[in-house]
């Protein structure tokens, strides 16, 4: 059996009939995507992962340099999209592994990054009145409201790419 994550769940209660889960689970060691639903009260086997918090370091061509900051031990990842948008120099993550091979990593929930370039807001621009796209200091793009500008730091939700307030 394949090791996958959900990244979309939505539950489903028909007016008329059971329960069910509808998700899109991702596959750890292909990248792919496939959905999938499940009843209401389905068991579902829990792989055996271990996490390890490490240190991203710094980045050597195309791989992710992560330090174990107690045995100063490197770990080296290709670059994943999933996860390496808001990883920042000296960010502490949670690195997973399975069955002795490393599978991924997991960021915290929130970060606080710069934004480095987006339009500039207009006077009156109030928190309810709209979103303009942001470039972030780790070359991601996200929505933020139109009051915010070139310089400031905002927090950002890791699962959902969206704003989440100034910093």
């Known amino acids: 059996m394949a090791l996958k994550r959900w990244t979309e769940f939505l539950h489903v209660k028909p007016g008329k009939g059971a329960a069910f889960v509808r998700t899109k689970l991702k596959n750890y060691i292909t990248g792919g995507t496939v959905e999938k639903t499940f009843r209401a009260g389905e068991k579902v086997q829990q792989a055996n992962l271990n996490r390890t918090t490490k240190q991203y370091t710094?980045?050597?061509?195309?791989?992710?340099?992560?330090?174990?900051?107690?045995?100063?031990?490197?770990?080296?990842?290709?670059?994943?999209?999933?996860?390496?948008?808001?990883?920042?120099?000296?960010?502490e993550c949670e690195v997973l592994v399975?069955?002795?091979?490393?599978?991924?990593?997991?960021?915290?929930?929130?970060?606080?990054?710069?934004?480095?370039?987006?339009?500039?807001?207009?006077?009156?621009?109030?928190?309810?009145?709209?979103?303009?796209?942001?470039?972030?200091?780790?070359?991601?793009?996200?929505?933020?409201?139109?009051?915010?500008?070139?310089?400031?730091?905002i927090k950002i939700d890791t699962r959902s790419d969206q704003y989440l307030s100034r910093d």
Request: proline content about 6%.
């Open 58 to 91: 710094y980045m050597d061509g195309d791989q992710y340099v992560f330090m174990d900051m107690t045995t100063y031990e490197e770990t080296r990842l290709p670059k994943d999209d999933a996860w390496a948008k808001y990883l920042k120099e000296g960010m």
């Open 98 to 153: 399975w069955n002795d091979k490393v599978i991924g990593v997991d960021l915290p929930k929130t970060v606080v990054l710069e934004v480095v370039e987006t339009d500039p807001g207009l006077r009156g621009d109030t928190q309810s009145g709209g979103s303009k796209p942001a470039t972030l200091e780790t070359g991601a793009v996200i929505q933020v409201p139109l009051f915010i500008n070139i310089g400031e730091k």
